[in-house]
């Protein structure tokens, strides 16, 4: 049965720091990218931040300079330091892993993990 189990939210004041981890278990096929994605009430489900098999990158502009996104390929685990925090951060954070099938990939979601930033 595959899990992702994501950990490290919370609450914050504006200018602090989380961690966010998401460990991905039950995960047969090859693991590509692994990344964050946030969502609000009412709004769609936005790119955080990505990371390929190999430790390329890639960020949204709005978190560029204050979030790092990492992984350990033998823990199949994808991290998400976040620093500076706003309160427009506040969210729900879903960790997002990428499976390659054959000639085509499969996506998987975790359940979420709040973040709140007050000001």
């Known amino acids: 049965q595959v899990q992702l189990v994501e950990s490290g939210g919370g609450s914050v004041q504006a200018g602090g720091s989380l961690r966010l981890s998401c460990a991905a278990s039950g995960i047969v096929f090859d693991i590509n990218h692994m990344g964050w994605y946030r969502q609000a009430p009412g709004n769609q489900r936005e790119l955080v931040a990505i990371?390929?098999?190999?430790?390329?990158?890639n960020y949204a502009d709005s978190v560029k300079g204050r979030f790092t996104i990492s992984r350990d390929n033998a823990k199949n685990t994808v991290y998400l330091q976040m620093n500076s925090l706003k309160p427009e951060d506040t969210d729900v954070y879903y960790c997002?892993?990428?499976?390659?099938?054959?000639?085509?990939?499969?996506?998987?979601w975790g359940k979420g993990t709040q973040v709140t930033v007050s000001s």
């Open positions: 990371i390929t098999h190999s430790g390329d990158t």
């Open positions: 997002n892993v990428q499976v390659i099938i054959g000639r085509s990939t499969g996506h998987y």
